[in-house]
């Protein structure tokens, strides 16, 4: 399973963005996707997950009421809608993908990575 994240970039305080994560490959039947964040100098950080279905999802109290988790399954797709952001969200956001259909907060539970993409939020 490979996961293609994009959508990143340099934005003020205030903006917002929109992450994006193709999964491709030999994916699940039905698999649980999640974003999570590392910032400089810090450890890996859960942001929000998603089931397959689309009718169950967590966040992280800092993404509550400001990011979106979304995702297409036609597309193979999980999206990040994330909006008022803030400096202190600026991290590298990595996709990941776990073999059970039901959301998960933990990342040992995920089996499947992408390659990160980069966001940076100015004062």
């Given amino acids: ?3 293609q994240a994009s959508g990143g970039g340099l934005v003020q305080a ?51 009421g400001r990011f979106t988790i979304s995702r297409d399954n036609a597309r193979s797709t999980v999206y990040l809608q994330m909006n008022s ?12 993908c776990r073999k059970f259909g039901a959301p998960s907060t933990s990342a040992a539970s995920y089996d499947y990575w992408g390659q990160g993409t980069l966001v940076t939020v100015s004062s």
Wanted: aromatic share 12%; proline share 5%.
């Fill in 14 to 64: 205030g903006d917002s963005l929109r992450l994006s994560c193709r999964a491709s490959g030999s994916t699940p039947i039905k698999y649980g996707m999640g974003w999570f964040r590392q910032a400089p100098g810090k450890g890996q950080e859960f942001v929000a997950s998603i089931s397959w279905s689309t009718d169950s999802t967590a966040y992280a109290n800092s993404a509550k």
């Fill in 1 to 3: 399973v490979q996961l």
């Fill in 85 to 96: 952001l803030k400096p202190e969200d600026t991290a590298v956001y990595y996709c990941a």
